[in-house]
Every structure is written in C-alpha cells, then in structure tokens.
C-alpha cells in the first residue's frame, strides 16, 4: 500500500471512531474503505474488528471517567449481547452478509419515523428494571454485531433508551461498553479462521481512537438534544447507503 493508503485509513479511522461513539454505523465508512483497498470481504469485516475495538477501549473509559457510564445497568445487556456475537460472528466468518444487511437497512427506515415524531421518547428517560423480556433483544442485537457490526451501535441505543429508559448519553456510555466486551470477545472467531490483517487493523484503530475521544467529549457537553439529532441523522445516512443509494449515484455521475 501506499502512503495515501494508509493516511487515508487513519482519516477515515477518525471519522468512524467519531461517529461510532456518538451514535453508531462507523464500520459503514470503514468496511467500504477496506473493500476498496482490495480486501476480500471477509478479512475486511474481520479486520474492521481491531479498529472497533481499540475506539471503544477510549470511549469507555471517557464515558467512566465523565460519569455516564453506569455499569450496573449494563451488566445484562452485555451478557446476552456477548453471547449473540460469539454466534454471529461464527455466521459471519461462513455466510455472505447481503441479505442480512437490506434487512437491517429497513429496520433502520421503519425506525426513523418513530425518532422524528417522538423525540421526547429518545431525549426524556425513565429508567426502567431488567426484565426477562429483554433478554432476546440484546441477544439479536448481539447476533447482529458479532455478524457485520455496521449499525449495531443504533439498535443497541434503540434497546437501551426505548427498552430500559436509559438516558441517551448514559446509553451510548453503556452502547460502548457492550460493544467493547462482545467485540473483544466475538474477535477471536475471525482471527481462528485467519481473518484478520492485524496491521491494517491496528492503524485503521489507532486513527479511531482520538475519534472516540473527541466524541465522547461533545457528548458530555452538548447532552442528549445533540445526540438524538446526530443518531437520526446517522441512522438515514446509514439505511440509504445499504440500501445501495450512494453506489447507485456514484455509477450515474462517474
């Protein structure tokens, strides 16, 4: 590779580390720049693991450091979730992930309606107990991330604000949380099957951590109204670019 190449994975390592934290869908930036330097898809979605893992590492311990990071209520989440990557990462390191992905594009569209309409729901919060109920939700969720990891960031926002009432900026401190442990944990399914280009992935993670920091900082200061107006913002930008929109126009203009 070239020089270009490896600044631009530290950029765009920035740009995904920065989105990660705050909302989710970094690895939508990520995965397609692995694509393009020529990685087969499955050591691309694998090596993509490294860079969510080292942005995380530094969001956590922003969240912690910053108070909104209250462990206690992550504590299920993150079992069940871990428990659904360890699994979906096995699929994903067997399977092709296209259809999976124009599902999870429209869930994300059915899901923007409800967050334009009632942001108060996502703004507001009203902790509310673990219930066994949730336990299929992080579980999926898990399955997801542990599978592609792009977008798992807003469904695990959405479980965590809409299910459990936590408020939004203490949900992305506990979204980085689950996030870091399942990723940490569902890695090593991709490195056994030699899917994983360990410096690439390092340098891809080592432009995404001032990113989580930087993030976690705009979240502390600016609170849940920036938050929710970034996420909605992400989770269209997000659903259009798996539903094909983005290549599509790229093919019309170039």
């Known amino acids: 590779m070239t020089l270009a190449h490896w600044a631009a994975l530290v950029a765009v390592g920035f740009?995904?580390?920065f989105v990660n934290t705050l909302a989710g869908s970094?690895?939508?930036l990520t995965l397609p720049l692995l694509l393009w330097l020529g990685m087969p898809v499955h050591l691309a979605n694998g090596t993509n693991r490294i860079s969510v893992l080292l942005q995380n590492v530094v969001a956590v311990y922003s969240f912690r450091r910053q108070g909104n990071l209250e462990l206690g209520r992550a504590l299920w989440p993150t079992v069940w979730a871990i428990l659904g990557s360890i699994g979906g990462a096995e699929l994903a390191a067997r399977m092709?992930?296209?259809h999976l992905t124009w599902s999870l594009a429209v869930l994300m569209l059915l899901l923007v309606p409800f967050m334009?309409?009632?942001p108060r729901s996502w703004t507001t919060h009203a902790p509310r107990p673990w219930r066994w109920y949730h336990a299929p939700?992080?579980?999926a969720v898990g399955v997801y991330g542990g599978f592609i990891q792009g977008g798992v960031g807003i469904f695990l926002l959405a479980g965590l604000v809409l299910g459990l009432g936590t408020d939004l900026v203490q949900a992305n401190g506990i979204k980085n949380w689950i996030v870091l442990w399942f990723t940490a944990l569902s890695m090593w399914v991709f490195v056994a099957y030699g899917q994983v280009d360990w410096l690439v992935g390092v340098v891809l993670g080592l432009g995404?951590?001032?990113g989580a920091w930087v993030a976690a900082r705009v979240a502390q200061k600016h609170g849940a109204r920036l938050v929710h107006?970034?996420?909605v913002g992400v989770v269209i930008l997000s659903a259009l670019d798996m539903l094909g929109l983005f290549r599509w126009l790229a093919s019309q203009l170039l």
């Open 15 to 17: 740009m995904a580390g």
């Open 26 to 28: 970094g690895s939508l």
């Open 96 to 98: 092709d992930a296209r």
């Open 116 to 118: 334009l309409v009632s």
């Open 137 to 139: 939700l992080f579980l």
């Open 208 to 210: 995404s951590m001032p």
């Open 229 to 231: 107006q970034v996420v």
